[in-house]
Structures are given as structure tokens and as C-alpha cells.
């Protein structure tokens, strides 16, 4: 069973083998999705802009890089190009922070005291987690009585189950951290 509690350095993160085996896959899983970084070799890519900016077409991809301005998409566009690629980059390093305390994961779990800036790179990762499950399940306000109602052999019964223990998880370390 997973546990968070402040230390002087900041934050100490305990999850058992499952937990930590869950952690793991879904933050690969949200590396995927991001995708690589782009070719080095693109000069504008190099600055950070990105040469067609849209809406993406995935809606968890789409949750994850809402649009700026709702109303007005040539506005949406421009601001997209140039904040897209360092917010997927920001995504993919909170990640790599989370896939990088859980390299020590042992039969026992994986133990790991992390500095406040490790944690909100944690919470942000989780977020994205949270925010990608939550946009696939369709999740709502009612979504504990929607969970509370499904057969235990309904295939999204474990995806309700991550999505609810993820946000334990999440907020045991924002109580930790503040």
C-alpha cells in the first residue's frame, strides 16, 4: 500500500510492486502518447515553434493542449505554435522525473524521497495521467455512481480503479508537500 509523508528534504514516496508497476506503465504509456521530441535538425523546431499548429485530433491529446483562445482559432493557432512543443517537453520530463524514481523498484516495491521540485514534477506527471484516463473514461461529477453501477467484469472497472487510487495518490503528496 502506497504511503507519502513529508521528510526534511521533501517529499518520501512508498508504493508496493504493483503500484509501482502501475506508475510505470502509465506514465510510458503517456510518453507515448506525447510523442518523441522533434528533429534536432528543424531551425524553428530548435526555437520551440512548431510550423503547423491545430487542435489535435485525439481528445486526450486535446484535454492535455486545450486551445487558448475557444472563439477565436487563428489566435488559438498562433499561440499553439509557440507554446505546444516546451508544454509537451515540460509533460515528458515530469515524466522521465517519475519513471526515474521508480528505476529502484525492487519484489518490495520502490521507495523514493524526492525534493520539492521532484514532487510538483510528480504531481504535474500524475495530473497528466489523471487528466488522459479521466477524457477516455469520460469521467463526470457522477462518475463514483457511474463506477459504483458498472459489473465488476466491465473492462473500465480497472481504469475507474487507477483513475481513483491516482488521485489518492495525488493528493497525499499536495498534503505533503504543503
Known amino acids: 500500500m502506497s504511503t507519502v509523508e513529508k521528510v526534511d528534504k521533501g517529499v518520501r514516496v512508498?508504493?508496493?510492486?504493483?503500484?509501482?508497476?502501475?506508475?510505470?506503465?502509465?506514465?510510458?504509456?503517456?510518453?507515448?502518447?506525447?510523442?518523441a521530441p522533434p528533429d534536432?535538425?528543424?531551425?524553428?523546431?530548435?526555437?520551440g515553434i512548431t510550423v503547423?499548429?491545430?487542435t489535435?485530433?485525439?481528445?486526450?491529446?486535446?484535454?492535455?493542449?486545450?486551445?487558448?483562445?475557444?472563439?477565436?482559432?487563428?489566435?488559438?493557432?498562433?499561440?499553439?505554435?509557440?507554446?505546444?512543443?516546451?508544454?509537451?517537453?515540460?509533460?515528458?520530463?515530469?515524466?522521465?522525473?517519475v519513471l526515474g524514481a521508480l528505476e529502484g523498484a525492487t519484489a518490495d516495491g520502490v521507495e523514493a524521497v524526492l525534493d520539492v521540485p521532484q514532487a510538483q514534477a510528480w504531481l504535474r506527471a500524475l495530473n497528466d495521467v489523471r487528466l488522459a484516463l479521466g477524457t477516455r473514461l469520460d469521467i463526470s461529477e457522477e462518475w463514483y455512481d457511474e463506477a459504483a453501477r458498472l459489473d465488476p467484469r466491465d473492462p473500465r472497472m480497472a481504469m475507474f480503479a487507477a483513475y481513483d487510487w491516482l488521485t489518492m495518490l495525488q493528493e497525499s503528496m499536495v498534503r505533503a508537500i504543503w
Open 14 to 35: 512508498r508504493l508496493g510492486p504493483e503500484e509501482a508497476a502501475l506508475v510505470r506503465a502509465l506514465m510510458e504509456q503517456l510518453q507515448e502518447l506525447l510523442g
Open 56 to 97: 489535435p485530433d485525439d481528445p486526450v491529446l486535446a484535454r492535455l493542449f486545450p486551445d487558448a483562445y475557444r472563439d477565436d482559432g487563428e489566435a488559438s493557432g498562433e499561440f499553439r505554435r509557440y507554446t505546444e512543443m516546451g508544454l509537451r517537453e515540460g509533460k515528458r520530463e515530469a515524466a522521465d522525473i
Open 52 to 54: 503547423e499548429a491545430r
Open 40 to 47: 534536432g535538425g528543424d531551425e524553428l523546431a530548435s526555437l
